[in-house]
């Protein structure tokens, strides 16, 4: 029996790469400047899929619009890059329904090589400032429980074990 | 094992089943110390200990959220405290820890020195200390980098000035050593792997040395009157009721973060435990940076060669004590000199 679960989770995870398989998204750069175009592409959408296109970064989601897609499932678009987005690490997805793919994508700030030295997200315009950043460091009430009760059991087990005989 | 199930059961009776003290090998911290072990400044290096458990465990998870990629290190550092589950305590948990085990290392380092257990034959339980605590500083500032704000694109500039004067030593250091990654990203690579590696190694040499040449005591001093188990609990004791300190401080005065770092600008000093060499930047310049940190670091390390009398005794010591605490005092003035003296360019920038 557990030799047969083995064997059906195995199976299962073999199976897992298939389940996405034909659906490709491609960019015709790694790298880009915000305000600039790039063109991107795909194939395996389903006929005349509509993709959405969105541009994700560890602090804001861009929409870059929307594709269409061929008879044969491939699409082709050029999007802009929009002009506010910070540079950074991005992902470029894509999304058809429940089909849905990604590519990274780099958003380099204007004027900067590729590979460029720290502080290169502080735009050349930015001033240096000694002022922290004003943070939204509002905390769910889970994280507020799950470190009190951290603190507090801490703190108990500690005293316990510190007077125990 | 099988002597230990043998002591413990009756004569003729079968062998009692192993109990998880005998699993875990609880039974062979089972031995006699003094019982001035389980004094407060005998637990300053069991409690840098515990920090760096705290840093380990908050730094894989930091880990997961963070991306070492220059233009994305600063928004991944906000990402953490505004959007990670529990990401801004465990960033501000990291940072306090790491203050916390400075001081504690820094302390426990004054006290082994008062106590002069550095001697014979305890030469490289020390010279492993001392290891430590440089990993431990590069460690601090290697996480000050990593914000890329602009207190690390600052510190980074120092040092990157730093070791292109200091020429063949300081090459790893520099954006010139590679083109293929960022220094940044190679920054990053040490502080989460060669550092603590070479940290954890020499944790093991000096945590082996020391149960093998056991706690250094003074003539007089009782040398057993306690067991090591005992002195284990009440460091486990401590050791909670120091994350419990670290979890309030990290509650109540959170990390800050400044603005994405801009290149060609000082405006900030370096974090407390930086300061001095702030200190010597500002009356050296950057050639002092280059000199004077490492002798300095260097000089930490003499004290088993030039205080070779038999005596440990503080009475007996007085040249050395009076150099040593004399260094510590001047590194002191020099911090608080370069956290009152204004901001200055150093760089030439």
């Given amino acids: 029996m557990k030799r047969a679960i083995f064997l059906t989770f195995l199976v299962g995870l073999l199976a897992l790469p298939a389940a996405g398989h034909g659906t490709s998204l491609s960019l015709s750069r790694s790298q880009v400047q915000p305000g600039e175009r790039i063109k991107v592409k795909g194939g395996g959408w389903g006929e005349n899929a509509v993709i959405e296109l969105t541009l994700e970064g560890a602090l804001n989601t861009y929409p870059l619009g929307k594709a269409q897609g061929n008879a044969h499932g491939e699409f082709q678009a050029e999007v802009l890059i929009p002009a506010e987005a910070k540079p950074g690490s991005y992902t470029l997805n894509a999304q058809a329904g429940t089909t849905a793919a990604s590519a990274p994508l780099r958003v380099a700030p204007g004027g900067a090589p590729a590979g460029s030295e720290p502080g290169a997200e502080g735009a050349a315009e930015e001033r240096a400032s000694l002022e922290p950043l004003q943070l939204d460091r509002s905390w769910s009430r889970s994280e507020t429980a799950a470190v009190w009760a951290l603190i507090v059991a801490a703190a108990l087990v500690g005293g316990l074990l510190w007077f125990r005989k | 094992m099988r002597e230990q199930l043998e002591k413990e059961k009756e004569p003729g009776a079968p062998l009692p089943e192993p109990g998880w003290k005998l699993r875990l090998g609880w039974q062979g911290n089972d031995y006699p110390i003094p019982a001035i072990a389980n004094r407060l400044p005998y637990f300053l290096g069991g409690l840098t200990f515990c920090g760096i458990l705290i840093q380990i465990l908050s730094g894989v998870y930091l880990a997961q959220y963070y991306n070492p990629d220059p233009l994305g290190a600063h928004s991944s550092v906000i990402y953490i405290v505004e959007r990670a589950w529990l990401g801004d305590f465990v960033r501000s948990l990291h940072l306090w820890s790491a203050n916390l085990v400075l001081i504690s290392v820094t302390l426990h380092l004054l006290w082994v020195f008062w106590r002069g257990s550095y001697k014979k034959p305890r030469e490289l339980t020390y010279w492993a200390g001392v290891g430590m605590l440089g990993i431990l500083f590069f460690l601090y500032f ?208």
């Fill in chain 2, 142 to 349: 290697t996480g000050t980098v990593m914000k890329n704000d602009q207190e690390g694109v600052e510190a980074l500039a120092h040092s990157v000035a730093a070791a292109e004067r200091a020429g063949l030593a300081g090459v790893l250091l520099t954006p010139g050593f590679t083109r293929s990654t960022s220094l940044l990203t190679r920054l990053y690579g040490m502080h989460v792997s060669v550092l603590p590696l070479a940290l954890l190694g020499l944790l093991g040499l000096h945590f082996w040395l020391i149960r093998y040449l056991d706690i250094h005591t003074h003539p007089g001093e009782a040398e057993g009157g306690s067991n090591f188990q005992v002195h284990l609990r009440k460091l486990a004791a401590l050791g909670l009721l120091f994350f419990a300190l670290t979890a309030l401080l990290a509650v109540f005065s959170p990390a800050q973060l400044l603005s994405a770092g801009v290149s060609g600008v000082e405006i900030t000093k370096p974090p407390f435990f930086f300061l001095w060499i702030y200190a010597v930047e500002n009356v050296l310049g950057t050639p002092g940076l280059v000199v004077v940190p490492p002798l300095v670091y260097l000089l930490f390390f003499l004290p088993p060669l030039l205080d070779r009398k038999p005596s440990a005794r503080p009475g007996d010591r007085k040249l050395i004590l009076g150099a040593g605490f004399g260094l510590f005092l001047l590194l002191f003035v020099l911090a608080v000199y370069a956290r009152l003296a204004p901001a200055q360019q150093h760089l030439g920038m």
